[in-house]
Structure formats: structure tokens, C-alpha cells
């Protein structure tokens, strides 16, 4: 069933893989190779998201889009930080204009 507990499942899937054998699990083979690489593969998979919804099908849309989360849930995994704090600074903007939002961030 496909509600907010796939992405719970999908952290905990993704948790137990990250040590696993790197011939039997795509996580644990990409996670092996350290961040920079997965860092580099999201950074793949954002590029395809946008060629996607620019030039390709719905289909196509959906399918990068997956690959987009599933590559974002990895490097959150693999850098110890869980999906509960990324959805709870979104729960903290929830009710904020986006404008407002923008001014109250630390500038760079
Ligand atoms: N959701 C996914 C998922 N989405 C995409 N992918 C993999 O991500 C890769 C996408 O990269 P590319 O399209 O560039 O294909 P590629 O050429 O194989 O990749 P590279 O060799 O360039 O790294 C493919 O190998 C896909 O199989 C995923 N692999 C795993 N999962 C989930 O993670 C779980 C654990 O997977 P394992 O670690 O393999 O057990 C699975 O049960 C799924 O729920």
C-alpha cells in the first residue's frame, strides 16, 4: 500500500541494507563506495528528474521521481540523519508563506 509508511518502510529497508553484501544489495554496493558517490548518483538522478517532466512522458516523470527519493533516502541513511528530522522541519515551514519562510533564514 503506498502512503507516508513507504517511505518508513523504505528508511528502514535502506537501513538494514546499508551493510549488506554489496553483491546482493544495490544500497550497500552504492553505499561502500562513500557519500561523494551517492551524492553524485542523486545529483544524476535530480538532472533526469527535470529532462523528465520537461521532455518526456508522465510515466517517465514518475519513474525519475522515484529514483530521485530513493536516491535522496540513501544519502540521508548514510549521512545518519533520520526522514522524522527532514519531516519535521517541513512540519515546522507547514503554515508559512514560502516568502516568509525565506526571510527568516540565516543568510549565507
Ligand atoms: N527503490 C529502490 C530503487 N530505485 C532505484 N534503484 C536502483 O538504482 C539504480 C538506478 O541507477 P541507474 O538508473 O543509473 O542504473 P545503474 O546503471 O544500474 O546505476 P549505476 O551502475 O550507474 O550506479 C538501479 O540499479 C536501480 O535498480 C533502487 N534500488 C533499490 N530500491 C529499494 O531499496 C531496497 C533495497 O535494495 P537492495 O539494496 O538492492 O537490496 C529495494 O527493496 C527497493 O525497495
Redo the contacts with the bound molecule.
Sequence with gaps: MSSPDTLA??EA??A??LS?DPD???????NAKGPG?IAQ?LG??AT?TVIAALTESREALVGEA??L???L??LLAAKDVPLADVMAELDRREGTSGIAEKAARPKD
Design positions: 518502510r523504505l529497508t535502506i538494514q541494507r549488506a546482493s544489495s544495490y544500497v550497500a554496493r552504492l558517490k548518483k544524476e538522478e533526469e522515484a529514483d527519493i530513493f536516491h533516502m540513501v
